[in-house]
């Protein structure tokens, strides 16, 4: 079955833009969680949404958000963006249950200019 | 809190050579434990994971893992390295019962094999 989708794969966007990154989950998954990753920072949890709710969140300024649809598709926004959003963003998804397997997808490579 | 060291950002091997690479996690309850791989522009790859079962955990590509609670470690490793094995390696903690899917990360270790 297909895996963890997340579109787009490569953008770049200008200093005081917004942007929204798309995940599609595998099929059947209903939790949805982001990550941000940066040479400096490593890999950060952003936020996870298990049917449609936001059920976590990392430590992350209010510019970072996010929502997940009734398919379980997520969407993240980043408002304002600064230099320092540059980076990997990986979408992952689960069942959703304790212990389950965590899916990542490919990623969305932002560039802040 | 929970967290995750990983001792050396880079290793180097010879191919065929063992491979040892380690994490180990601080937690206030034996939590779940996972290694990730990544290869360069790509996502995350789930080798093997732990969530209280056998303290030995076996994975892809022929690499295991052990649980150790005296030791709170979980080390990965494999017997004999081929040239594909080549990637960073992340391990990963969650909180068991959290009711959550969130990971935290070491700051993953850099695996290089040498012909």
């Known amino acids: 079955k297909a895996g963890v989708t997340q579109t787009p794969r490569y953008l770049i966007k200008t200093r005081g833009q917004q942007v929204t990154l798309s995940c599609s989950p595998i099929s059947g998954h209903r939790s949805v969680s982001w990550y941000q990753q940066t040479p400096g920072q490593g890999l950060q949890f952003l936020f996870e949404?298990?049917?449609?709710?936001?059920?976590n969140k990392g430590n992350f300024p209010g510019r970072f958000s996010g929502r997940q649809f009734s398919n379980s598709r997520s969407e993240m926004n980043v408002s304002t963006l600064e230099l320092g959003d540059s980076a990997l963003y990986l979408c992952?998804?689960?069942?959703?249950?304790?212990?389950?397997?965590?899916?990542f997808g490919e990623g969305s490579w932002l560039t802040v200019v | 809190a929970q967290s995750v060291t990983q001792l050396g950002s880079h290793v180097s091997v010879s191919e065929g050579a063992l491979v040892l690479l380690r994490c180990n996690y601080s937690s206030s309850v034996p939590p779940y434990l996972f290694w990730y791989v990544q290869y360069p522009n790509q996502g995350l790859q789930l080798l093997l994971k732990?969530?209280?079962?056998?303290?030995l955990v076996k994975g892809i590509n022929g690499f295991e893992a052990e649980f150790k609670k005296s030791e709170t470690s979980f080390h990965l490793t494999k017997p004999s390295a081929h040239m594909s094995d080549a990637a960073e390696y992340f391990c990963?903690?969650?909180?068991?019962?959290?009711?959550?899917?969130?990971?935290?990360f070491g700051t993953g270790t850099l695996l290089a094999v040498q012909p």
């Open positions: 990963a903690v969650s909180d068991p019962g959290g009711a959550t899917n969130k990971l935290i």
């Open positions: 949404y298990f049917s449609e709710t936001q059920r």
């Open positions: 992952a998804s689960s069942l959703g249950q304790d212990g389950n397997t965590i899916y």
């Open positions: 732990y969530t209280s079962a056998a303290t």
